[in-house]
């Protein structure tokens, strides 16, 4: 119980900060930095020592309790020393990212107030010295890598150093006075800003509280499993980001992970191997990318090393496909699982920088399941959580859960309704304390204490939060149901038979639709594997056997959506989407509306009662000539 | 005045055969400037570079560095002295990395012999660490961070020029000479370089000579600039003035154009 109480008393970032310096812990490595080719390390006193110095040099400067201080440079040591200095001294942090240009800079100086700036390197500083006169409440700058900047001398510039050194004249003749200030915090106060880039108008600043990230990281890292041993991090995503704001700068603090920096953004890769970090967070894309790097190094390897890997992962794969479908898997696949491990997937896991991952998480736009696949074989659990500035962390898929659709299990101090509409409406024990500046926009989005997320999704039997789409994107159907085509587009390519697809609704409609195109390529090597003969692509398209093919894969989507959504009829059409006739951009992104225009014979049709229906296409071949293609195609139910 | 000038040329002329690469050039280079070079094509300003740090041997002439003259040193022993350069064309070890290439440099720097440096043992361990150190902060000046382990041969040409630099300066030169630092590259590269060398200048004081075809940069970088034409100079003073000059025009541009852009 003790314990309790201690923890309630340590109710902000710098009391813990202060405890775990003074504690028996404070000569423990808290943050390294790789410096000069080699990793520099910061014991808790270092850091508890470097804030407090910089914290009262601040204050000595000027710096009053609620005032707002901006931070902006790339993750390193000092970026979290100046959060800390600020909110020891009462005051909040406010993070801007560094490839925001210097108008962006002074709309986040200017919209919170902010007395200073703390900025990384010459192009962050020049940027606010450009805009300095425009800043009225702006007091002084201060930069903490001297580098081209020796020669600068503006009356409000100066470094950390200078700063700190300030600090400690401070600390001479008021020892007692960082102590007071830190003892003046407390849960309610304001940590800090995170900008929040709306899809329309200016960024909102979220501001967010001590609690939110004391009490609120807390709860995360025992859900999650990282607060007890000592775990290894590595910094890489924008501090000026609430994620990182709960990962890096409150999760070292709360729980007991050491936070590396890497050398710079472009080591990223290699450092991460250095570390092997058990907690990182890697976004979407960077996923994707890791995943790519590795099928083009293999594509480049022996042809024996290829074919270890490739047998290695199809054993990785079953496996997967096994305890997603909750197959047990039996001693013969475990034992291969083992052999897969060691002769493919450990060196490959060291490689990446992951042989000891142990809690690993992604967020914002969908990681494939393909991808979320791949790394399962490598028994890299790939946690897609769902939350945002606002709301905090709403969902994490628990340990052996990952599942592709879902974003996991709703946390314990998390309520979420659906509202009529389908929009996901969330009460959490630690929200944000609303955007500043901005009741308006704070009442817009909170009703009884539950926040508007703006997303289409539902709750599954299981408890899994399914996170659809925007509800913006979202098309009607009849009787004010909504549906996300692109959801279930996505899903349904992501089937080897099936190349595109258009999925279609309408406010007059009681069902959905679907014009799909099938993956020639594929679909071929199937046909032929089972001896079916055909002729052309349209020939091929309106096989039974296709036919029955692409009816389970709509099937197996089906199953993930809601009754309403679910496709009930579909064709397979004659012919394959084409840039060339504007139905792709060339990204080949699906032009939706000229698409649906194109083929609305065939809508209509999936609509009616036929069972078939006689196509005319236009069709321009690549020397421009146009030609008309006439063929019948079958409409197909799904059961 | 004497007395601050690093590098003092006088009447120094150099030919290969009949044909004259240099005429009874003066020239110093003062404490910490950056002297610009230009010049048309086959104008003698590599040649001259050449000259000071001992590639070719003029014929007649004389070159001092800080008053002491080198004219007829060999080109190791002026590095020595802390003349160092960069070329044209890159001239790098390709099949090894940056970080050994920039170490490669300091050899002149390294006074413990072979055995013990490959033994990695006792004071020739801590002066390897010593140099390595060194060549850290030129690492980081220069941003070779991500590169520092690569293969230079495999590196991008505008990398390379900076490899080129970084091992210039892991020489700790006191006078630097950069041959075309910025040919062959983009606007982004070219502005980083222009950057670099500020910086270099700004920090360590090192005085410089910098030939160069873009009269832009050296607007922009140079303190001083001086013009050669067929061996001659002809022209010498503040980047802004060298620019209008009529004679340096006509250099460039040739008679009549020279007259049409003026008319």
């Not at chain 1, 703390?118 to 001297?146: M, N, S």
């Not at chain 1, 980001?241 to 990223?268: C, D, K, S």
């Not at chain 2, 005429?23 to 110093?28: G, Q, R």
């Not at chain 2, 590169?147 to 900076?162: D, E, M, Q, S």
Request: hydrophobic content about 40%; overall charge negative.
């Amino acid at each position: 119980m003790r314990l309790e109480g201690e923890e309630r008393m340590l109710d902000t970032l710098p009391k813990l900060l202060r405890a775990k310096a003074r504690g028996a812990h404070g000569s423990k490595v808290a943050m390294r930095v790789k410096d000069r080719g080699i990793w520099q390390s910061y014991t808790w006193r270092d850091y508890f020592e470097k804030v407090g110095d910089l914290c009262l040099g601040m204050v000595r400067l000027g710096l009053q309790r609620g005032e707002k201080i901006c931070i902006i440079g790339e993750n390193k040591p000092e970026w979290f020393w100046a959060e800390l200095a600020a909110q020891a001294a009462g005051a909040v942090a406010v993070g801007v990212f560094t490839d925001c240009v210097a108008r962006e800079v002074k709309y986040f100086i200017e919209h919170s107030d902010s007395t200073f700036v703390v900025a990384h390197d010459q192009e962050q500083v020049d940027k606010v010295l450009e805009i300095r006169d425009e800043l009225p409440l702006l007091k002084k700058v201060i930069y903490w890598d001297p580098k081209g900047l020796w020669g600068y001398k503006h009356p409000d510039l100066l470094s950390m150093g200078e700063a700190m050194e300030l600090g400690r004249g401070m600390r001479r003749e008021r020892p007692e006075l960082l102590d007071e200030l830190i003892d003046g915090g407390c849960g309610d106060d304001v940590a800090v800003i995170c900008y929040t880039s709306g899809t329309t108008g200016l960024p909102k600043g979220a501001m967010l509280s001590q609690r939110w990230l004391v009490e609120g990281v807390r709860e995360w890292s025992r859900a999650d499993g990282w607060d007890r041993e000592e775990l290894e991090y590595l910094s890489f995503i924008p501090p000026a980001w609430a994620t990182e704001q709960g990962l890096g700068i409150a999760g070292a603090l709360v729980g007991n992970m050491r936070v590396n920096f890497p050398e710079e953004p472009e080591t990223v890769q290699e450092n991460i191997r250095e570390i092997g970090p058990h907690v990182l967070f890697y976004g979407a894309r960077l996923w994707e990318n890791v995943n790519r790097m590795v099928q083009a190094r293999m594509m480049d390897s022996t042809r024996l090393r290829r074919w270890l890997y490739n047998r290695c992962m199809s054993v990785g794969l079953r496996i997967c496909k096994m305890q997603e479908e909750e197959r047990p898997s039996g001693p013969l696949w475990r034992l291969l699982g083992w052999a897969a491990y060691q002769a493919a997937f450990r060196a490959l896991r060291d490689r990446l920088g992951l042989t000891r991952a142990k809690v690993v998480y992604s967020a914002g736009g969908a990681v494939s399941p393909e991808i979320i696949r791949f790394f399962l074989a490598l028994g890299v659990e790939i946690k897609l959580f769902y939350g945002s500035t606002e709301m905090g962390v709403v969902s994490v898929p628990p340990r052996g859960e990952v599942r592709p659709e879902s974003s996991g299990k709703v946390m314990p101090w998390v309520e979420v309704k659906v509202s009529q509409d389908g929009e996901l409406l969330v009460k959490s024990k630690f929200m944000f304390s609303g955007y500043y500046k901005d009741p308006e926009a704070t009442a817009r989005k909170m009703r009884d204490g539950f926040y508007s997320s703006g997303d289409f999704g539902y709750l599954d039997e299981e408890g899994h939060l399914i996170v659809i789409d925007r509800m913006e994107d979202l098309k009607p159907l009849s009787g004010d149901k909504k549906f996300s085509p692109q959801y279930t587009e996505v899903r349904l390519r992501f089937s080897p038979f099936i190349k595109d697809v258009l999925v279609v609704g309408g406010e007059q409609r009681d069902f959905v639709t679907a014009l799909v195109n099938i993956d020639l390529e594929n679909v071929g090597r199937y046909a032929e594997a089972r001896r079916i003969p055909y002729t052309t692509f349209t020939d091929l398209s309106q096989k039974p056997e296709v036919i029955a093919l692409v009816t389970e894969e709509i099937r197996k989507v089906n199953r993930t959506l809601p009754d309403y959504a679910r496709i009930r009829r579909f064709v397979n059409l004659h012919k394959e989407f084409d840039a060339d006739e504007a139905e792709l951009t060339r990204t080949r992104k699906l032009r939706r509306a000229f698409v649906e225009e194109r083929y609305g014979e065939l809508i209509q049709a999936l609509y009616g009662e036929g069972g078939e229906i006689q196509v005319e296409a236009a069709v321009t071949y690549r020397d421009g000539r146009q030609g008309v293609m006439r063929t019948s195609i079958r409409i197909n139910d799904v059961g | 005045m004497a007395a601050e000038n690093v590098l003092e040329i006088r009447k120094l002329s150099l030919g290969f055969g009949g044909l004259q690469v240099l005429v009874d050039v003066d020239l110093e280079v003062r404490a910490g400037e950056i002297l610009a070079v230009i010049g048309p094509n086959g104008a003698g300003k590599t040649s001259l570079l050449n000259c000071i740090n001992g590639f070719y041997r003029a014929q007649r002439g004389s070159i001092a560095f800080r008053g002491r003259p080198i004219q007829d040193l060999k080109p190791h022993q002026i590095a020595k002295l802390g003349i160092s350069r960069t070329f044209q064309n890159i001239e790098l070890y390709t099949g090894l990395n940056v970080l050994e290439n920039l170490m490669a440099a300091r050899h002149v720097h390294m006074r413990r012999g072979a055995l013990l440096g490959a033994l990695f043992f006792g004071p020739a361990r801590r002066e390897e660490i010593e140099h390595r150190e060194l060549v850290e902060e030129i690492i980081d000046f220069l941003e070779l961070e991500p590169v520092r382990k690569k293969i230079v041969g495999a590196l991008p040409y505008g990398v390379r020029k900076r490899v080129e630099l970084g091992r210039a300066l892991a020489m700790d030169p006191a006078l630097l000479l950069l041959d075309e630092p910025m040919a062959g590259m983009n606007v982004e590269e070219k502005e980083d370089m222009a950057r670099f060398i500020l910086d270099v200048s700004e920090l360590r004081g090192t005085p410089m000579i910098i030939v160069e075809h873009d009269m832009e940069v050296i607007m922009d970088i140079s303190d001083r600039a001086a013009v050669l034409d067929f061996g001659h100079k002809i022209a010498e003073g503040a980047p802004t003035e060298i620019v209008r000059d009529p004679r340096v025009i006509r250099a460039y541009l040739g008679e009549e154009e020279s007259g049409a852009a003026r008319g």
